[in-house]
């Protein structure tokens, strides 16, 4: 089921690099940011509640909270970033270099997490890196 989500996951980031371009027009990009936080807050937590998966939250750990306000942050500065990018550059060039967060989420988990690479792994997280390196020169 995992494909699924991502490959859903995938088709829903290039309709955002596409939408966030047509939108960003004359918008300051951190603006743009704070809009598109509210309406995802919004849907986000309206998903909670409608499935009733508000429950979950007196079982969070400290943990938890910590490392999902950390994922929180990189998020924000994540889309604070794309957007500035979007401001005067292509889509065609931007959302590229954006996906080699990619290639660089495959190295972390790697050397944080301590998930298994192998080879078939390696050459596509290398395919991407070449890839955003061309489009960048």
């Known amino acids: 089921m995992w494909k699924y989500y991502a490959i ?20 300051n990009g951190n603006l743009a940011t704070a809009i598109r936080t509210v309406v995802i807050l919004f849907i986000a937590w309206g998903i909670v509640l409608a499935s009733g998966e508000i429950s979950e939250l007196k079982t969070l750990s400290k943990n938890n909270l910590i490392f999902l306000a950390l994922s929180g942050v990189a998020t924000g500065l994540s889309w604070i970033f794309y957007f500035k ?33 192998d080879t078939k792994t390696l050459i596509g997280g290398l395919m991407i890196v070449g890839g955003s390196l061309v489009i960048l020169l």
Do not use: C, R
């Open 85 to 117: 990018a979007l401001e005067t550059g292509n889509v065609s060039k931007v959302a590229p270099i954006d996906k080699l967060s990619v290639a660089i989420a495959m190295g972390l988990a790697f050397l944080i997490l301590k998930e298994p690479i």
């Open 8 to 27: 859903l996951s995938a088709f829903f980031a290039a309709a955002t690099a596409i939408l966030a371009k047509i939108g960003i027009k004359g918008v």
